[in-house]
């Protein structure tokens, strides 16, 4: 069945450093890639979000690129702040269906 | 602004009682979503609704927990007999499907407690 795989975490950086955050999928057809960003005591929002092969989703800084052929989306941004500490998670909807399978989430923690 | 409504905030209840959560999607959304999340588990879609219709509820136990949608504006999800493994925040999420724009909407959480 469709699965996403992401980085375990926590992943702990100091404000300014460069983040990378890994996701991988598994789907039959064309999925769509989003991630989706969790601040402590809320439900999810969605940080960014690409529909087909190659296209880079952005916003607030953080962007991810649809790939392919390595069936990845990994979430970057060059210069983490301390508001960025919160829950990341990966997910993909295959088309037609509109099911949401997301990954486990990654817990990122920003130091000043 | 729109947003999807989650009521209770907050459930504490003793083992074996009936828990009623409740969920108001986004006016004009025709997909509504369960999860449940847990430290162990992650983000678990328990079922899910188009049209008020259940699509996929094979990832809620079946035994104990029942999803419904009585009209558009409301989502039920009940657990009876709950029991302390149900401890967890269940999330409902709703969205348009078919309409281009796929971003799915969540409700803050409903923060249940079983003891």
């Known amino acids: 069945g469709d699965s996403v795989t992401q980085m375990e975490g926590p992943v702990t950086l100091s404000e300014e450093a460069f983040l990378t955050i890994n996701c991988t999928y598994t789907a039959t057809g064309y999925p769509s890639l989003f991630w989706y960003v969790q601040y402590p005591g809320e439900g999810l929002q969605l940080l960014l979000k690409a529909t087909k092969a190659d296209d880079k989703g952005s916003n607030k800084g953080f962007e991810a690129t649809y790939r392919k052929e390595t069936t990845s989306f990994h979430l970057e941004k060059g210069s983490v702040q301390v508001s960025d500490s919160a829950v990341y998670f990966c997910a993909l909807t295959t088309s037609g269906t509109y099911k949401y399978i997301f990954g486990t989430g990654t817990r990122l923690k920003v130091l000043a | 602004d729109a947003r999807v409504t989650q009521t209770p905030r907050h459930k504490v209840t003793e083992m074996g009682q009936e828990v009623t959560m409740r969920c108001q999607p986004i006016l004009g959304h025709n997909t509504v979503f369960w999860y449940r999340q847990t430290m162990m588990q992650g983000l678990e879609l328990l079922a899910y609704?188009?049209?008020?219709?259940?699509?996929?509820d094979s990832g809620m136990p079946k035994d104990r927990f029942s999803a419904e949608m009585p009209d558009a504006t409301l989502a039920t999800l009940k657990i009876q007999p709950s029991e302390p493994r149900d401890s967890a925040v269940y999330f409902c999420?709703?969205?348009?499907?078919?309409?281009?724009?796929?971003?799915?909407?969540f409700g803050q959480g409903t923060r249940l407690t079983v003891v």
């Open positions: 609704f188009r049209n008020r219709a259940p699509l996929d």
């Open positions: 999420a709703s969205g348009l499907a078919g309409g281009g724009n796929t971003e799915a909407f």
